[in-house]
């Protein structure tokens, strides 16, 4: 697998408890995409078994245990991944790719923020995406009970939504409304007895399906929800391109007021060139725009959406044309 | 160092309403001022938002209606200037 600037490329797969994480990581670890991948695994417990699941060679294979990744074993994954790094360099593991299993409680945004932020990891590896796993039989109660399910769904880029064979068509098709519901940013994808189309969730990470064909501002703002939700989201396309100075004024201000409530934004944008800006923000973390060779469909319509909790996403759309509309009299 | 000038003078149109301005410094760092002469150094952009915050006293909210107000009011000021 081609490193991404250079860097390499990290996975997160997260999911809830008994979602099927480990089931997923085994199926990606026998593609050849994924088959000279690194593992880490994080469990909230003390004693650690998921990473006895894999048959790898065990130098490739990290336990992070005794708590969640995203809080408090948080300087334990970065050393994890530093000792990966130091492990690499002096010739004694080969790994083109890191797999990282959270635990089944953790919040995927922190973990990402802790790779962008170390100066050190933030140069040796590019977070590619983000898959959660979501069961088909327990997967919507866990939605409504547990807001760290819903925390890690609205951080993917792509969801698995796996043990297809327990439940029937229907429950499967709700699910999938509801998850696009509130991620319309992510992929979803279906997970027959452990099998899943590895090809499409690699290219989750840089996916952004145009679903607006039509670009007015504010006429295409369509806000999804779901009822008794406060996560709503919001799509924009546009003809032509916003300014992307303005909108990373914008982008700032707004994380900035209310980066607790934007779970998520995520956009492809064209500056002109002959691939995209794809533009990525978690909470109050803004990735570093990384410019793509190439759009990833037909459509070369510049496209931003967001995730927001307890924000009307008019509201949101106003302020954007608003930015833009002074930027393009100035 | 244009870039880093022409992105100061975005944070200026949307500063101003609170009477801030934004300056490139060099290429280095950017220097924010308020009316009365008073000047803090940022190193970059994300911080300059809470440094205009303690400045003015007041939080700056992108969804803030009368913030958005003026805005609109800037654009269509220039547009029938333009």
């Known amino acids: 697998m081609s490193p991404i600037e250079g860097r390499i490329p990290l996975t997160i797969v997260t999911g809830f408890l008994g979602s099927g994480k480990t089931t997923l990581i085994r199926a990606l670890l026998a593609a050849p995409r994924f088959a000279n991948a690194a593992i880490i695994v994080n469990e909230f417990g003390a004693i650690g078994i998921d990473h006895h699941l894999f048959r790898k060679t065990d130098e490739r294979i990290t336990l992070v245990g005794g708590g969640c990744a995203c809080c408090a074993r948080r300087d334990d994954l970065v050393e994890a991944l530093l000792d990966l790094l130091r492990r690499v360099d002096r010739g004694e593991v080969s790994f083109d790719h890191v797999l990282l299993e959270t635990s089944g409680l953790a919040n995927p945004a922190p973990i990402r923020h802790t790779v962008v932020a170390d100066p050190v990891l933030s140069r040796r590896y590019q977070i590619a995406q983000t898959i959660a796993t979501l069961d088909a039989v327990a997967g919507a109660s866990n939605l409504t009970t547990y807001g760290e399910a819903m925390r890690q769904i609205t951080s993917a880029d792509a969801v698995v939504i796996t043990k297809r064979d327990l439940a029937d068509e229907s429950a499967i098709s709700a699910l999938a409304c509801r998850i696009a519901g509130f991620n319309p940013v992510a992929l979803v994808v279906l997970a027959d007895h452990g099998h899943v189309d590895i090809e499409r969730l690699w290219h989750a990470g840089i996916d952004l399906p145009a679903r607006h064909r039509h670009a007015d501002l504010i006429d295409d703002a369509s806000p999804h929800h779901e009822a008794s939700s406060a996560i709503q989201s919001l799509s924009l396309t546009f003809d032509k391109p916003p300014d992307w100075r303005m909108l990373g004024l914008w982008l700032t201000m707004l994380l900035h007021a209310h980066g607790e409530s934007v779970l998520r934004v995520k956009g492809l944008l064209d500056v002109g060139e002959e691939g995209p800006l794809l533009l990525e923000g978690v909470q109050h973390v803004v990735h570093q725009p990384r410019h793509l060779q190439r759009w990833p469909d037909a459509s070369r319509q510049s496209r931003l959406v967001f995730i927001v909790r307890n924000i009307d996403p008019t509201r949101l759309a106003d302020s954007f044309a608003a930015f833009q509309a002074v930027e393009q009299s100035s | ?82």
């Not at chain 2, 101003?16 to 934004?22: A, F, I, P």
């Not at chain 2, 003015?56 to 992108?62: C, F, I, Q, Y």
């Open chain 2, 1 to 82: 160092m244009l870039d880093r000038a022409a992105r100061a003078r975005l944070f200026t149109v949307v500063l101003r309403s609170r009477g801030l301005s934004l300056q490139d410094w060099e290429g280095s760092s950017y220097i924010l001022r308020n009316a009365k002469g008073s000047t803090a150094v940022v190193s970059n952009l994300a911080q300059v938002w809470a440094e205009a915050e303690a400045m003015s006293g007041a939080p700056l909210d992108p969804l803030d209606p009368l913030l958005l107000d003026n805005l609109r009011a800037l654009a269509r000021a220039s547009a029938s200037q333009g």
